[in-house]
């Protein structure tokens, strides 16, 4: 299976790095809260009044992400990736016309809480909107639980915007013009790095280039790749991998 080359401009900043490991650190609910504020007030905010906000959505998942905590095989805390979000008639009627753009808002909101924790996913983060009709306007409830991936399909996300579904293939990464993806950055070797398939996930692999691969700013030699893992080639290239 072939995917075409890409060519991607470095951009001239480097995305933020982890914001703490304390226990839900409160800079970390203050950039989530205005992240949720701004889609509300840009977007949608005249739908919101007087029913469940989408902040109030994001609080529940996060919570419901802390009490689900439990330790992974590889001895990293391993949270729940699946929501379903009940909701009174009343305010799912309100999402109708943004439902799409604000469930991607509230996965973004998850994988940046589980980044800043050090939480880890199963699989990819999924947040389902329902209606119960026993609940009465402005009520709310999530059942939260661990889900893996339904087989091994990904999807890299790049800086300018292109996306790169990955299969049963083996993709290459750097600066040569025979990389699958091609980086425009001096900081990326020509052949820098890997990304294969591995049952049912994805495995990325360095290869010897000279300023090193980082996974959520963290070197790496090998590393199985998460829902929401953060890559940096050379220091200065960024994108993220999205499971399933």
């Known amino acids: 299976m072939a995917v075409h080359v890409v060519n991607v401009i470095t951009k001239g900043s480097a995305p933020p790095g982890d914001c703490g490991r304390a226990s839900l650190s409160c800079v970390g609910l203050r950039s989530i809260e205005r992240r949720l504020e701004r889609f509300v007030e840009d977007s949608v905010g005249r739908f919101f009044r007087g029913g469940v906000r989408p902040v109030e959505i994001s609080h529940r998942v996060t919570r419901e992400m802390t009490d689900s905590r439990s330790v992974g095989v590889r001895g990293q805390p391993v949270v729940a990736n699946h929501f379903s979000v009940s909701l009174a008639s009343v305010d799912l009627a309100r999402f109708a016309d943004v439902q799409e753009s604000l469930v991607r808002e509230l996965c973004d909101a998850a994988r940046e809480t589980a980044r800043d924790e050090g939480w880890v996913f199963m699989g990819p983060v999924q ?6 009709l026993r609940l009465r306007g402005g009520g709310l409830s999530v059942i939260a639980r661990m889900k893996e991936a339904d087989g091994g399909v990904g999807v890299l996300h790049l800086a300018n915007g292109h996306q790169v579904v990955l299969g049963e293939f083996v993709l290459t990464l750097g600066r040569l013009p025979e990389c699958t993806i ?6 990326v070797s020509r052949e820098h790095a890997t990304v294969r398939p591995d ?5 990325l692999s360095d290869l010897g280039s000279t300023n090193g691969t980082l996974v959520n700013d963290v070197p790496v030699v090998r590393h199985r790749l998460d829902d929401g893992d953060r890559i940096c080639l050379g220091g ?6 999205r499971a399933g």
């Not at 091609?182 to 900081?187: E, W, Y």
């Not at 200065?236 to 991998?241: L, N, P, R, S």
């Open 127 to 132: 947040i389902e909107l329902s209606a119960d």
């Open 236 to 241: 200065t290239t960024y994108f993220e991998f």
């Open 199 to 203: 049952g049912t996930g994805f495995v």
């Open 182 to 187: 091609t980086f425009d950055d001096s900081n």
